[in-house]
């Protein structure tokens, strides 16, 4: 019988490059042929970016069938050859490749290469239809990557253009072979939904139900309720996506899995928004201004873990009363406004009908567990030899997706029959402990047992390991963690066989490849950590892993190397979080407070302040004795928040109490940051001293310079041009402004160039030098969206707007005035006065053409931030602003 080709796809159309190489040899090599490849806007086709848990050979099988080009890199390795096999996965994805394929063959300097890939590469030499050339650097690898696909796209535009005018003369020659042009994914297709790993089977009943209930509007809140792996997740995915559209003003999925702490349930929906906290205004106020007449539908996931927050989100929806509620959990809220919703298992075959294959494929489980057999063993199918032990099968795990998706996976192994056999003499002993856990619940954690058992020692005890990890996890934090233990350099090969076996699911996170476990999972896992008396050995080696990243990373976060870093830190946060709870949790206080500051920057541009001082406090609250340092650091971003919000004199005696125990440690870059803060708060405090003020900032500008910190340096030059505003004096804050943005421009610091940029064009704005101040307000907006920095952009917008406005271009000011306005929402300063100096520009365009200036502030409010910027800003730069939003 011919076996069944796994179908995988790119998440989108794009023509799709297949790139073949030993994964460990050329590491640096495919990351380099990968970033040519989609500066081309093309689609890399790579092992470690698929969707599992298909075998190895059936993955790139998939791949090479459903793929454009072939790559091949090649250095010394020949790879390995699996048992059963005469040739490696090198060697045969090349002999797999379809012989029409356009090959191109890189193939590294080298005098000591494997007999056999010396082999290979001769019979590629020989091969007609490959083009070949040999390379030295990962950097020239990239420049001939890009050559060659250039050209070769050319040639095929050429071939389909003669193709298409052939079939328009009635030629029948055959198009089918021609790929498809390279495009870009639309500016706006980027959406808070993740991506789902596969079709939903059954459920359609419930899932319908489910929409119907949101769309009736008559509950606010909506919970889906159901033990561990019946699918409650995976279901309210599925009812997003339906009902989407149903609202208006959009729909955002919140992952609550990592979020122990019930007051940090307002932060994390918050960021989910695209809203930062950075102090200024509470979060619960930002809330209500983001969502004021918003229709819009929250999905909050695993709400179980943070249950007592029950009370912030009734208090949520009295703020936002357009909004809707999906919630998953595992326990009733018991709130008002909630309607329940349980969620059973999937429907199995009637015992009391002849299982027929017609009878039992009607059966939900038995479709699930027959396409995720079929994923990891393309020959299995339903046939009348085996339908009624599927069947079987289906009803021993009570129709739990997760449970019949975890013994699916086995089929690898295992025939029906085998698995049938060992899930009825395992499971009944597995599932009298707990005894008092729901049937299911029991059947579930029983099936995850099994398959754990079925693991090898090594495998086994890698998979309670990971359980330390947040959400996604990175190879290379795998591997940080493996010192003494049983896996220890085999994380690779370990994580392999969990992806195989559905324990842990690996994907793509921003352009890098990382893993995942199911909750359910890890919540067993972790259990077994427990039990093995290693949890907290494991725990301590993760916070200290990312708190050493925490110090190799801040540095980066001051200069040319911002963003890398900033990406970087944004694919661990959640990781960084845990790092950091366990650090505090465990009172190891020093260590966590060096962890927040290093990360300053970090928690600054992503808005995590709110989160940051929950820890701070809990660590100033505890009864320990703190060391000074670490007292100072608790206690500054404590301060940071009143700084904002109820600047004081007490608020200046905490700062100055914190600069002393910096000095004392000898800490000038800290004693500095703290000075300005100082300042900053002193400022605003009526008839305080600001030439103490100005003194604090100029020893603070010294102790930057010193240690070359010209992100600090920057951002207190602009602090001494506020002060300068405040004393009447533009032209020397106009003067400060620009020494900042000097600063900041010659340390390539994006963060501090959009800071600078702002106060440089605003205050030009201001003094009517309007064609001075458009290239400032454009330039701090793009660098404010390449940033991917909603508040900063905001900035840039209204300044523009306000330009539109002087020059009488009504329609264009009213759609970037309600474009701004919208980012303000989001970024929570859209109520603050100091931030709508734009709005007495536009009052006499309002006055004159009311209708025409609602309508342009209405389209300004509908129009995503992606093309907002291609409206705003110069063709040069247009294009990588709207990625940087499109990206969010």
Same mark, same amino acid.
């Given at each position: 019988?011919?076996?069944?080709?796994?179908?995988?796809?790119?998440?989108?159309?794009?023509l799709?490059?297949?790139?073949s190489?030993?994964l460990?040899?050329?590491?640096?090599?495919?990351?380099?042929?990968?970033?040519?490849?989609e500066?081309?806007?093309?689609?890399p086709?790579?092992?470690?970016?698929?969707?599992?848990?298909?075998?190895?050979?059936?993955?790139?099988?998939?791949?090479?069938d459903?793929?454009?080009v072939?790559?091949?890199?090649?250095?010394?390795r020949?790879?390995?050859v699996?048992?059963g096999?005469e040739?490696?996965?090198?060697?045969?994805?090349?002999?797999?490749?379809d012989?029409?394929?356009p090959?191109?063959?890189? =193939?590294k300097?080298?005098?000591?290469?494997?007999?056999?890939?010396?082999?290979?590469?001769?019979?590629?030499?020989?091969?007609?239809?490959?083009?070949?050339?040999?390379?030295?650097?990962?950097?020239?690898?990239?420049?001939?990557?890009?050559?060659?696909?250039?050209?070769?796209?050319?040639?095929?535009?050429?071939?389909?253009?003669?193709?298409?005018?052939?079939?328009?003369?009635g030629?029948?020659?055959?198009?089918?072979r021609?790929?498809?042009?390279?495009?870009? *994914?639309p500016?706006?297709a980027?959406?808070?939904?993740?991506?789902?790993?596969?079709?939903l089977i059954?459920?359609?009943?419930?899932?319908?139900?489910v929409?119907?209930?949101?769309?009736?509007?008559?509950?606010?809140?909506v919970?889906?309720?159901?033990?561990g792996?019946?699918?409650?997740?995976?279901?309210?995915?599925?009812?997003?996506?339906?009902?989407?559209?149903?609202?208006?003003?959009?729909?955002?999925?919140v992952?609550?899995?990592?979020?122990?702490?019930?007051n940090?349930?307002?932060?994390?929906?918050?960021?989910?928004?695209g809203?930062?906290?950075?102090?200024?205004?509470?979060?619960?106020?930002?809330?209500?201004?983001?969502?004021?007449?918003?229709r819009?539908?929250?999905?909050?996931?695993?709400f179980?873990?943070?249950?007592?927050?029950?009370?912030?989100?009734?208090?949520?929806?009295?703020?936002a009363?357009?909004?809707s509620?999906?919630?998953?959990?595992?326990?009733?809220?018991?709130?008002?406004?909630e309607?329940?919703?349980e969620?059973?298992?999937?429907?199995?075959?009637d015992?009391?009908?002849?299982?027929t294959?017609?009878?039992?494929?009607?059966?939900e489980?038995?479709?699930?567990?027959?396409?995720?057999?079929?994923?990891?063993?393309?020959?299995?199918?339903?046939d009348?030899?085996?339908?009624?032990?599927?069947?079987?099968?289906?009803?021993?795990?009570?129709?739990?997706?997760l449970?019949?998706e975890?013994?699916?996976?086995?089929?690898?192994?295992?025939t029906?029959?085998?698995?049938?056999?060992?899930?009825?003499?395992?499971?009944?002993?597995?599932?009298?402990?707990?005894?008092?856990?729901?049937?299911?619940?029991?059947?579930?954690?029983?099936?995850?047992?099994?398959?754990?058992?079925?693991?090898?020692?090594?495998?086994?005890?890698?998979?309670?390991?990971?359980?330390?990890?947040?959400?996604?996890?990175t190879?290379?934090a795998?591997?940080?963690?493996?010192?003494?233990?049983?896996?220890?350099g085999?994380?690779?090969?370990?994580?392999?066989?969990?992806?195989?076996?559905?324990l842990v699911?690996?994907?793509?996170?921003?352009?890098y490849?990382?893993?995942?476990?199911?909750?359910t #999972?890890?919540?067993?896992?972790?259990?077994?950590l427990?039990?093995?008396?290693?949890?907290?050995?494991?725990?301590?080696?993760?916070? =200290?892993?990312?708190?050493?990243?925490?110090?190799?990373?801040?540095p980066a976060l001051?200069?040319?190397?911002?963003?890398?870093?900033?990406?970087?830190?944004?694919?661990?946060?959640?990781?960084?979080?845990? *790092?950091?709870?366990?650090?505090?949790?465990?009172?190891?206080?020093?260590?966590?407070?060096?962890?927040? +500051?290093?990360?300053?920057?970090?928690?600054?541009?992503?808005?995590?302040?709110?989160?940051?001082?929950?820890?701070?406090?809990?660590?100033?609250?505890?009864?320990?004795?703190?060391?000074?340092?670490?007292?100072? =650091?608790?206690?500054?971003?404590?301060? +940071?928040?009143?700084?904002?919000?109820?600047?004081?004199?007490?608020v200046?005696?905490?700062?100055?109490?914190?600069?002393?125990?910096?000095?004392?440690?000898?800490?000038e870059?800290?004693?500095?940051? #703290?000075?300005?803060c100082t300042?900053?708060?002193?400022?605003?405090?009526?008839?305080?001293?600001?030439?103490?003020?100005?003194?604090?900032?100029?020893? *603070?500008?010294?102790?930057?310079?010193?240690?070359?910190?010209?992100?600090?340096?920057?951002?207190?030059?602009?602090?001494?041009?506020?002060?300068?505003?405040?004393?009447g004096?533009?032209?020397?804050?106009?003067?400060?402004?620009?020494?900042?943005?000097?600063?900041?421009q010659?340390?390539?610091?994006?963060?501090?160039?959009?800071?600078?940029?702002?106060?440089?064009a605003?205050?030009?704005?201001f003094?009517?030098?309007?064609?001075?101040a458009?290239?400032?307000?454009?330039?701090?907006?793009?660098?404010?969206?390449?940033?991917?920095?909603?508040?900063?952009?905001?900035?840039? =917008?209204?300044?523009?707007?306000?330009?539109?406005?002087?020059?009488?271009?009504?329609?264009?000011?009213?759609?970037?005035?309600?474009?701004?306005?919208?980012?303000?929402?989001?970024?929570?300063?859209?109520?603050?006065?100091?931030?709508?100096?734009?709005?007495?520009?536009?009052?006499?365009?309002?006055?004159?053409?009311?209708?025409?200036?609602?309508?342009?502030?209405?389209?300004?409010?509908?129009?995503?931030?992606?093309? #907002?910027?291609?409206?705003?800003?110069?063709?040069?730069k247009q294009?990588?602003?709207?990625?940087?939003?499109?990206?969010?």
């Open positions: 019988m011919a076996t069944a080709r796994a179908a995988i796809r790119t998440p989108d159309q794009r799709r490059v297949f790139v190489s030993t460990r040899e050329l590491e640096p090599e495919r990351k380099a042929a990968r970033a040519a490849i500066r081309l806007r093309l689609a086709v790579m092992f470690e970016l698929g969707a599992r848990p298909h075998p190895p050979r059936s993955l790139y099988r998939a791949y090479l459903q793929s454009d072939f790559i091949g890199l090649y250095w010394e020949y790879g390995w699996a048992p096999e040739v490696s996965g090198l060697e045969d994805e090349y002999n797999l490749a012989p029409e394929m090959r191109l063959i890189y =193939i300097s080298s005098q000591k290469r494997d007999d056999r890939l010396r082999e290979l590469l001769d019979r590629i030499r020989a091969d007609d239809n490959a083009a070949y050339v040999s390379f030295d650097s990962d950097e020239e690898l990239a420049e001939l990557i890009t050559a060659d696909l250039s050209t070769l796209l050319a040639e095929r535009f050429d071939e389909s253009r003669q193709r298409h005018r052939a079939a328009d003369a030629d029948e020659t055959d198009a089918s021609v790929p498809p042009a390279a495009a870009s *994914a500016l706006d980027a959406r808070p939904i993740p991506p789902t790993p596969s079709p059954g459920r359609d009943r419930e899932a319908s139900e929409v119907s209930l949101l769309r009736q509007g008559n509950d606010r809140i919970t889906l309720v159901g033990p792996g019946v699918g409650k997740s995976r279901l309210a995915l599925e009812v997003l996506e339906r009902a989407r559209h149903d609202f208006a003003d959009g729909a955002v999925f992952p609550l899995e990592n979020v122990l702490e019930p940090l349930l307002l932060p994390t929906i918050a960021y989910a928004l809203v930062r906290d950075t102090g200024e205004v509470s979060i619960e106020e930002r809330l209500a201004i983001v969502l004021a007449g918003k819009m539908l929250l999905v909050l996931d695993n179980e873990q943070i249950i007592d927050a029950g009370a912030t989100l009734v208090r949520l929806y009295s703020i009363p357009s909004t509620f999906l919630v998953t959990s595992r326990t009733v809220l018991r709130v008002r406004g309607r329940v919703y969620l059973p298992g999937l429907s199995v075959a015992e009391t009908i002849e299982a294959v017609e009878s039992v494929r009607a059966s489980a038995v479709q699930l567990f027959a396409a995720r057999a079929s994923a990891v063993r393309p020959d299995f199918a339903l009348e030899a085996n339908a009624d032990t599927v069947a079987r099968i289906c009803a021993t795990l009570q129709g739990l997706p449970a019949i975890l013994a699916a996976a086995r089929m690898r192994v295992l029906p029959h085998s698995m049938l056999e060992r899930l009825d003499r395992q499971l009944p002993l597995l599932v009298g402990a707990p005894r008092d856990a729901p049937e299911r619940q029991r059947t579930l954690r029983s099936t995850i047992e099994w398959s754990t058992n079925l693991l090898g020692d090594r495998d086994r005890a890698l998979l309670f390991d990971l359980s330390v990890f947040s959400l996604q996890f190879l290379d795998v591997e940080a963690l493996g010192a003494g233990r049983a896996w220890e085999a994380a690779l090969e370990g994580l392999d066989a969990l992806i195989d076996s559905s699911r690996q994907h793509e996170s921003d352009g490849p990382s893993y995942s476990m199911l909750a #999972v890890r919540e067993f896992a972790l259990e077994k427990h039990e093995s008396g290693d949890e907290q050995a494991m725990r301590s080696a993760h916070a =200290i892993h990312y708190l050493e990243l925490a110090r190799k990373l801040g001051k200069g040319a190397r911002q963003v890398e870093a900033l990406t970087r830190l944004e694919r661990e946060r959640s990781n960084l979080r845990s *790092a950091v709870r366990h650090l505090v949790y465990t009172g190891r206080y020093d260590e966590a407070t060096d962890f927040a +500051w290093n990360l300053l920057v970090f928690w600054w541009i992503g808005g995590f302040f709110g989160e940051v001082r929950v820890w701070m406090q809990e660590i100033l609250d505890s009864a320990t004795e703190l060391s000074p340092r670490a007292s100072a =650091i608790a206690r500054f971003y404590v301060l +940071w928040m009143c700084m904002w919000q109820s600047a004081d004199s007490d200046v005696a905490g700062f100055e109490d914190v600069r002393k125990a910096f000095e004392a440690d000898g800490d870059d800290s004693t500095a940051v #703290v000075l300005g300042a900053m708060t002193r400022a605003q405090i009526e008839g305080a001293d600001r030439d103490l003020a100005r003194s604090e900032l100029a020893r *603070a500008i010294d102790l930057f310079q010193r240690n070359g910190d010209g992100w600090g340096e920057a951002v207190a030059w602009v602090t001494v041009g506020r002060l300068d505003m405040l004393d004096d533009n032209d020397a804050a106009l003067e400060h402004y620009r020494r900042g943005a000097e600063v900041s010659r340390m390539q610091d994006a963060f501090a160039i959009t800071i600078t940029e702002h106060h440089v605003r205050l030009l704005l003094q009517n030098r309007v064609e001075e458009e290239p400032a307000f454009a330039d701090a907006a793009y660098v404010s969206a390449t940033l991917g920095h909603l508040e900063g952009a905001a900035y840039g =917008i209204e300044g523009l707007c306000a330009i539109a406005a002087l020059r009488g271009q009504a329609e264009r000011a009213g759609v970037l005035a309600g474009a701004a306005q919208e980012m303000r929402k989001k970024s929570g300063m859209y109520d603050a006065a100091a931030f709508v100096y734009h709005d007495a520009y536009l009052e006499p365009l309002r006055k004159a053409f009311p209708e025409l200036m609602h309508a342009a502030e209405e389209r300004g409010r509908r129009t995503p931030p992606a093309e #907002v910027m291609r409206l705003a800003l110069p063709p040069d294009e990588a602003a709207s990625a940087g939003f499109s990206r969010k």
